[in-house]
């Protein structure tokens, strides 16, 4: 008996010990394994901005966030394990800064809003580099430590007007510091303020684990765009999520009412230089990120407008969903043309 007794308390320290261990390289595997996409504000604390130095361990370039984590010294000699995250690796590039600017064994300083819950988790706006050099990756940002900066490109840029002839048709760019679609307040109605009320984005985030956004949500995409035509269509392609949107330019063609479709069905038409679009049958069940939800009911009229000489691309959309809002909402944001990009292969990479 005593035998048996000593065997169970072997067998339940065996135990622990793998408990224990199976912990421990949890926290030494967690910081690279934050959610995906996100609400950067549902997930930081915006309004808090605080700075960590130290080593970079590991690196993940990689959509929808690039993550490193940093080893930090405190006080009594001990190390603690910060996970970094920063924005997206397509952003990266168009700020013309290389997967080569950061690698591990990097002594840094960073800056940015640490997480809501009090973990070990930094969203980082300014980076120094060991160099001198300091990274800007906020859209408005300023420098902190030096003048010596990196990844301003493209920021406070005018479109190119070279080549007018080719009207909507071309790559466009959301350029760096326009500032967002969104709008700081919508008038909506008791049901959807009770749902957002509700919203958690770190459980409830719809594009958690690299899920495609629907409408309205996608329009929001700060990412390369090109318009194409194709037959009687037009092709929307969005780098974010290799999302390709199609546009019916014949609406006379369609003798069945499609099913409905998280990006909707689309019917275009001109008006002079603009085109106009009228999308339904959407089933995305969000108007955007942060939990506002939309029904089945929405209807949404799009406006495309270009220059005369071809260098911008005007663009509103008016959304109508009685389930939701009070009022239409009607948001407004631009592109550029820059002939040097092109859209690239998203890849986003989700967490296991």
């Known amino acids: 008996m005593i035998f048996n007794l000593l065997c169970g308390i072997r067998e339940r320290r065996v135990y622990l010990m793998r408990y224990q261990l199976l912990i421990f390289l949890g926290f030494v595997y967690l910081p690279l394994s934050a959610p995906a996409h996100h609400s950067v504000n549902g997930i930081f604390d915006a309004g808090n901005v605080i700075e960590l130095e130290g080593k970079v361990v590991e690196v993940a370039w990689q959509n929808p966030h690039v993550r490193f984590t940093v080893t930090v010294g405190q006080e009594g000699g001990q190390d603690e394990l910060w996970s970094v995250e920063i924005t997206s690796l397509s952003t990266l590039r168009r700020r013309k800064l290389s997967a080569n600017f950061l690698a591990p064994g990097d002594r840094v300083r960073v800056a940015g809003n640490p997480a809501k819950s009090g973990s070990a988790e930094i969203y980082v706006r300014n980076i120094l580099l060991p160099n001198g050099e300091e990274v800007l990756l906020d859209n408005s940002g300023t420098p902190r430590w030096t003048n010596e ?39 909506l109605t008791d049901p959807a303020r009770t749902s957002v009320a509700t919203f958690d984005p770190v459980i409830d985030s719809p594009t958690l684990d690299c899920r495609p956004k629907g409408m309205p949500t996608i329009m929001e995409q700060p990412y390369p765009m090109e318009l194409r035509r194709q037959d009687e269509k037009i092709i929307i392609h969005m780098e974010e999520y290799n999302t390709i949107r199609t546009i019916e330019m014949n609406a006379e063609t369609d003798t069945e009412k499609p099913p409905a479709d998280r990006l909707g069905h689309s019917v275009g038409y001109w008006e002079n230089r603009t085109l106009a679009v009228k999308t339904t049958g959407i089933n995305w069940p969000y108007f955007d990120r942060d939990g506002i939800p939309l029904s089945k009911a929405a209807e949404i009229t799009e406006h495309f407008t270009v220059s005369g000489d071809g260098s911008r691309l005007d663009y509103r959309m008016t959304l109508t969903d009685p389930a939701t809002f009070t009022e239409p909402v009607v948001l407004e944001k631009y592109w550029l043309w820059f002939p040097e990009v092109v859209v690239e292969p998203y890849e986003c990479i989700a967490d296991a």
Request: aromatic share 10%; hydrophobic share 25%.
């Open 149 to 187: 900066t990196l990844g301003t490109s493209q920021i406070a840029r005018e479109g190119d007007p070279s080549d007018p002839d080719r009207g909507i048709f071309r790559v466009w760019s959301t350029p760096i510091g326009s500032g967002s679609i969104w709008k700081e307040n919508y008038p």
